[in-house]
Nanobody, 123 residues
Framework: QGLLVESGGGSVQAGGSLRLSCAAS????????MGWFRQAPGKEREKVAN???????YYSDSVKGRFTISHDKAKNSLYLQMQNLKPEDTAMYYC?????????????????RGQGTQVTVSS
């Protein structure tokens, strides 16, 4: 099993909600950035959100105001609360970690990545 394991994906109708979880199997680095990116069939990877060790967050314009990223240090877990889902949110969602920089993670450069969890939104 890898360092990062996602769960919580599923199928919902447009306007619905899902909460994704990403559990780290061991304590991560002292300075790190964790986040989510997604990839739909036939499309390039797309950054979604990230959470820095200092508590700062980043959201892509496509999800801003609808998705919320959070982190539970005690559980070594990252979450993505997704609301008002749209069919264009349909994709495989991946949790990723860069051991140092959120700027790298926003560039989809990461040290670890989970296996992904599928999110399907129907109209």
């Amino acid at each position: 099993q890898g360092l990062l394991v996602e769960s919580g994906g599923g199928s919902v109708q447009a306007g619905g909600s899902l909460r994704l979880s990403c559990a780290a199997s061991r304590a991560t680095y002292s300075n790190y950035c964790m986040g989510w990116f997604r990839q739909a069939p036939g499309k390039e990877r797309e950054k979604v959100a990230n959470f820095s060790r200092d508590g700062s967050t980043y959201y892509s314009d496509s999800v801003k105001g609808r998705f919320t990223i959070s982190h539970d240090k005690a559980k070594n877990s990252l979450y993505l609360q997704m609301q008002n889902l749209k069919p264009e949110d349909t994709a495989m969602y991946y949790c990723a970690l860069h051991k140092d920089y959120c700027s790298a993670l926003r560039g989809l450069d990461y040290n670890y990545r989970g296996q992904g969890t599928q999110v399907t939104v129907s109209s």
